[in-house]
């Protein structure tokens, strides 16, 4: 079974600045995916940034970015210019790829970091 | 509105109380969630519904009863719930295999948070 491990559990920030939060997986899948997901107080889940295992080329979708070490088993994300509207718990989390394990689509989560910014 | 809608959006309940928790959603969506958020624990899969079929059971307790009756809608049924039971009930949706993989990740509701006294 995948495992997903977030070891910060609270982070803070300078407004403007860059912060990075860490995730680290086990899996014994070759081909997968990674998400980071957003939680603010209005509870829902909102998709940050995926990843597939198998493009070498690290994701970005605007201010945010991940560091995706496939080797190391590692699936960093770093925001840039941090805002407040940042501020949420985020949690990294895990999806077998289609056709390797049909049928199960389940989301393997880490157990979040919550982030902070500070004015 | 986010597409998976969740009701209500909190509900106290007595351990001998008996209550359901609804999830629907319309975005052709053929596979549905039901995850568990506790306090500085990961998310924990309870069910998973594919075209209405329950797949996955995480060895979740007697006393919540999922129902699926179609695609589009999901329930929770509560019973005879634990205090330590309280937590924030998530649903969530997703495209599934042979579909266009337009979208790999999920969409969520904005949860129940349930609280058990």
């Known amino acids: 079974a995948q495992t997903v491990t977030q070891s910060q559990p609270e982070m803070s920030v300078q407004e403007a600045e860059t912060v990075t939060l860490s995730c680290t997986y086990d899996?014994?899948?070759?081909?997968?995916?990674l998400f980071w997901y957003k939680q603010p107080p209005s509870r829902q889940m909102i998709l940050v940034i995926r990843?597939?295992?198998?493009?070498?080329q690290n994701a970005t979708e605007n201010r945010f970015s991940v560091n995706f070490q496939k080797a190391a088993k590692s699936f960093s994300l770093k925001i840039s210019d941090s805002q407040l509207g940042d501020a949420a718990m985020y949690f990294c989390?895990?999806?077998?790829?289609?056709?390797?394990?049909?049928?199960?689509?389940?989301?393997?989560f880490g157990t979040g970091t919550r982030l902070t910014i500070i004015p | 509105e986010t597409g998976v809608t969740q009701t209500p959006r909190h509900l106290v309940m007595g351990m001998t109380n008996k209550k359901s928790l609804k999830c629907e959603q319309h975005?052709?969506?053929?596979?549905m969630y039901w995850y568990k958020q506790s306090a500085k624990k990961p998310l924990e899969l309870m069910f998973v519904?594919?075209?209405?079929?329950?797949?996955e059971n995480n060895s979740v307790p007697s006393r919540f009863s999922p129902e699926c009756p179609n695609s589009s809608h999901l329930f929770l049924h509560l019973h005879t719930l634990q205090p330590e039971d309280s937590a924030l009930y998530l649903c969530?949706?997703?495209?599934?295999?042979?579909?266009?993989?337009?979208?790999?990740?999920?969409?969520f509701g904005s949860g129940t948070r349930l609280t058990v006294v």
């Open positions: 969530a949706s997703s495209e599934t295999p042979g579909q266009a993989w337009l979208n790999y990740g999920y969409t």
């Open positions: 899996t014994s899948e070759s081909d997968y995916y």
């Open positions: 990843q597939e295992a198998y493009k070498q």
């Open positions: 989390a895990y999806r077998s790829a289609p056709g390797t394990n049909f049928g199960n689509e389940k989301l393997t």
């Open positions: 975005l052709g969506h053929n596979a």
């Open positions: 519904y594919n075209f209405k079929e329950q797949t």
